[in-house]
């Protein structure tokens, strides 16, 4: 029976949140208006005012700051207000005006949420009424049962009755890129703004809503950044090294990990964010003029979230807008062309778990300098969306930036205060949607089989799952459920299965089912989709990238099996059993790294970590200087760099103008500590590039995928391998089926199935020849057309005095095949790979109609059948070619056993049986 969640007109004005309740505000500025009765820090406030680089930049909720005798602000404790020039504050200078601000306050509390990857702190910073903190855990325990509305029995008047009494929870986190580094001051003094200002709204704000605030998520990268930028200050007019590292592993990419929580700081934020229930996460970043609020974002929109919270995007982000425009000031706009459509971002773990994610992108210039900016004409643009665009040519501080953050955040905290009942009861209904989803959309559950011979990858899945706070249960008794017909055919029917005692449940009537079934369900982006570009991957089907079985079950039976909740935490077993690779004795491994990027690679890099596989951390560089390194290593594995090409790896940067450096020094104590060089612009070199063909010639193994894939292969070290050229070819971070063509060579050790899902970027695939030249020219059947003569298009022309004689066939190699070569096409030539040093197709990609396992894939017959995974021979040693990338956000985990295969096989890839 369907419980009603639906929420009658007179609840909503008991609660006094009519929808109309900010549109209809007619006080206009006087709802921000300031206390007459409280002083300002009048110093500080010239200082705002000296640092703004126009008024228009600025607004009447921070062209002042309130005085306080006794609360510091952030110019007291570190000697500069926030957004001065010239001036980045490390993580411990941020810490410590946050607990000095605590000490002072009682309307400030401090929390440590755990700790990054090189031991640094990341804190929680809440912001209320001394009284609303007092009631925090009181608070906790009341916002936990309209989390789970199960814990009420899906009662909505009890949960009125809890939304009346609980205060809401909006949660900022700061600067997890760490080149976008202006939050951490924009929140010291939004949070001092929030702890001492005695405004009407924001003494409201204080008394109806807790404000969270981590002001830096990336810890480890925001102390380098730092560094980077004191090294510039103290180097006027040099060019200086960009960020080569942010976090221990990853850049950018830090804020793709909230579908495989791999990173610390994932875990730490939704830890956080998830075990104080707040309703809210806002993630700050900085790389578009001069205030995008993205919450409301371009479609397609995320398939899996309640449709609730698309209007709660529009009602928070237009606002925003709105509010702001008010001010006067420019540049300001929400909707762009943000697809909302990935999972895999910091705040959408708001988004998977019942909240609200919101992101603002403002205009940061990689540190404190002022400088001017000049637009690209589709920056400054006007658009429907965009009406009153930023201006072409500015003059920007980091005080505008923060101008921006900090009046986007208070304008968003006082919606929120006057709404925020509205979200309480938002944040209910969508937990209990999300329980009622087995009888409402679907599905009941998905099941991870006990016959799973994958056992370390299974627990992988399921670990990740636990991560994401997703209840698990395990049958006690084997279960039988209807399983839908399968594809379309209309003859199909539907069919049934029996699970085993001890299969893992994810049961959908639980209150975060809405990021399990993202999850572990299948992804499809058509390619007529009005959104031609999509900002990040299009499918992540995990149960297809770990290689485990996960059955999506609509039957409902499947809920009323014996099954009990796993209460322990599943844990991978360690070392390579976690990838289900036998124990092996592991060869000397070197993961070689560029100085152009770092981020791909440190996926790589933390696999190996993860795995407890001790391996060397070089560079190019390295190589540059080591004539012999087979005496040193057995395996190079060269991980992606990000779109290079061969001659930027062996180039590096342009030699000209200064050194760049990355090393520690007393100026750049944070730096070089995972490796370093006195300058990153050269690369790999002439010298390099003789040293690393002569490894593998020698007998070495080198690993190299996606762009160092290609690398290898235009620098000869692949011979008879090549990119196959495409057209009309478009795939955008999909998942795409791949066949085992080898089943012989050790890489495909410990692999049942016959097929394999691969994660592709960009859709990459490679062509075999058995000569250096490649194919090209080489009759075969299916390019052969016959020549002019008697007979129909498919008779064989016959000459007149003389019998017929018929020609030998012509060969017909499927697509991911070399072409044959006859006698005649040998003799005598050089260009001829001998037999023993053909290039072996490992896998390669399904038939066109079988290609597209999730996400976007349009053209797919230019790579269908193609070769994904290619052994080359080069001398006495090997190359592996990967097409994709298989070591990919911790989400791959199925492919992984690919490149361990090879490393633990790495001097028996030659005509070798694979274990089954």
Not at 365 to 389: C, F, H, I, Q
Not at 533 to 541: E, F, I, K, L, R
Request: glycine share 8%.
């Amino acid at each position: 029976m369907r419980v009603s969640i639906r929420l009658s007109l007179t609840a909503l004005l008991a609660l006094g949140v009519g929808a109309t309740s900010a549109a209809s505000d007619t006080a206009g500025a006087k709802s921000y208006a300031r206390d007459p009765a409280q002083a300002i820090d009048q110093a500080y406030t010239d200082q705002i005012l000296k640092f703004t680089t126009d008024p228009s930049f600025n607004s009447p909720l921070t062209d002042y700051l309130p005085a306080s005798a006794t609360v510091p602000t952030p110019d007291k404790v570190l000697g500069h207000i926030s957004g001065a020039p010239n001036y980045l504050p490390y993580s411990a200078d941020v810490y410590r005006y946050f607990r000095a601000l605590a000490a002072a306050s009682p309307r400030v509390k401090v929390f440590s949420i755990g700790k990054s990857e090189e031991g640094r702190e990341m804190i929680a910073v809440a912001i209320a009424d001394e009284n609303v903190l007092a009631d925090l855990d009181a608070n906790k325990a009341r916002l936990a049962k309209l989390a789970d509305p199960r814990t009420i029995g899906m009662n909505d008047d009890t949960a009125d009755q809890l939304v009346a009494q609980s205060t809401p929870v909006y949660y900022i986190t700061g600067t997890i890129h760490s080149t976008e580094t202006g939050a951490p001051t924009a929140l010291m003094e939004l949070a001092y703004r929030l702890a001492v200002d005695d405004s009407p709204y924001i003494k409201h704000i204080r008394s109806h809503v807790i404000t969270l605030i981590t002001p830096i998520v990336e810890v480890d990268g925001r102390d380098r950044m730092v560094d980077l930028y004191n090294w510039h200050l103290a180097h006027p007019g040099q060019n200086y090294s960009p960020l080569m590292y942010w976090g221990h592993y990853v850049a950018h990419d830090n804020n793709r990990d909230a579908m495989g929580m791999t990173l610390n700081l994932t875990r730490n934020i939704a830890d956080a964010y998830i075990g104080w229930h707040a309703q809210v996460l806002h993630d700050l970043h900085e790389s578009v003029p001069f205030l995008y609020d993205n919450t409301v974002g371009d479609g397609p929109y995320n398939a899996w979230i309640d449709p609730i919270l698309t209007g709660e995007w529009q009602q928070l982000g237009w606002n925003n807008v709105q509010e702001l425009t008010k001010f006067g000031m420019p540049g300001v706009f929400t909707h762009g062309d943000f697809d909302t459509w990935s999972p895999g971002y910091l705040m959408f773990i708001a988004a998977m778990h019942n909240g609200v994610s919101r992101l603002y992108e403002t205009f940061g210039n990689d540190g404190a300098d002022t400088v001017k900016r000049t637009l690209s004409p589709k920056e400054y643009a006007r658009t429907w969306y965009r009406p009153n665009p930023p201006l072409p040519e500015v003059l920007w501080s980091q005080r505008d930036n923060n101008n921006y953050e900090q009046t986007g955040l208070l304008t968003a905290l006082n919606y929120f205060s006057d709404n925020g009942p509205l979200f309480l009861k938002n944040f209910y209904l969508k937990g209990k949607r999300s329980i009622e989803k087995p009888q409402e959309a679907g599905p009941a559950a998905y099941v991870f089989p006990a016959d799973e011979t994958r056992t370390g990858s299974q627990s992988q899945l399921l670990h990740v799952m636990q991560l994401q706070h997703v209840e698990i249960s395990r049958t006690t008794a084997p279960v039988t459920v209807t399983l839908p017909k399968q594809g379309d055919d209309p003859k199909a029917k539907a069919s049934s299965r029996t699970f085993a005692t001890g299969s893992y449940v994810v049961r959908m009537d639980q209150p975060y089912s809405r990021i399990a079934d993202a999850l572990l369900d299948r992804q499809y982006w058509s390619p007529k989709d009005p959104q031609q570009h999509p900002y990040d991957d299009t499918a992540w089907s995990m149960g297809d990238l770990f290689n485990v079985q996960v059955v999506r079950v609509t039957d409902n039976a499947i809920l009323k099996a014996p099954m009990s909740a796993v209460s322990d935490a599943i844990t991978p077993p360690q070392g390579l059993a976690a990838i289900d690779i036998p124990v092996a004795k592991l060869p000397r491994i070197a993961l070689m790294h560029t100085w152009l990027d770092t981020q791909t690679e440190g996926w790589w890099r933390m696999a190996l970590d993860k795995l407890h596989v001790p391996y060397t951390y070089i560079s190019t560089q390295d190589v540059a200087r080591s004539s012999d390194l087979h005496a040193k290593y057995d395996v190079i594995l060269f991980g992606p760099i990000g779109g290079v090409t061969a001659e930027q790896i062996v180039d590096g940067l342009p030699m000209w103008g200064n050194p760049m450096p990355w090393k520690t020094t007393k100026l750049t104590p944070n730096i070089g500590k995972i490796d370093s060089t006195d300058d990153i612009r050269p690369g790999l070199g002439a010298k390099g590039l003789e040293n690393l063909k002569q490894f593998v010639h020698a007998g070495g193994l080198l690993v190299t995928a996606e762009d160092t894939a290609k690398f290898a292969i235009d620098s000869g070290m692949a011979p008879g391998v090549f990119v196959t050229p495409t057209h009309n070819l478009k795939v955008v971070g999909s998942v795409l089926q791949s066949t085992f063509v080898d089943r012989k060579n050790p890489v495909a050790s410990g692999y049942a199935s016959d097929d394999l899902a691969l994660y592709s970027s960009l859709g990459q695939s490679f062509t075999v020849s058995n000569q250096i030249t490649g194919d090209d020219g080489l009759p075969n059947a299916k390019d052969f057309q016959r020549p002019t003569g008697r007979g129909g298009p498919h008779d064989t022309d016959t000459p007149e005095g003389r019998a017929s004689v018929a020609p030998p066939a012509l060969p017909d190699p499927k697509p991911w095949q070399a072409t044959p070569l006859n006698a005649e096409q040998l003799r005598n030539n050089p260009l001829a790979i001998p037999a023993d040093q053909r290039p072996q197709v490992i896998l390669r990609y399904a038939d066109a109609d079988k290609l597209l396992i999730a996400g976007l894939l349009d053209g797919g017959d230019e790579m269908a059948e193609r070769a994904a995974v290619v052994d080359a021979h080069y001398g006495n040693g090997n190359v592996l070619l990967f097409a994709g990338n298989p070591i990919w956000r911790g989400e791959t985990i199925g492919s992984y056993g690919l490149v361990f295969n090879a490393i633990t096989h790495f001097n028996q890839l030659d005509g070798q049986t694979a274990e089954p």
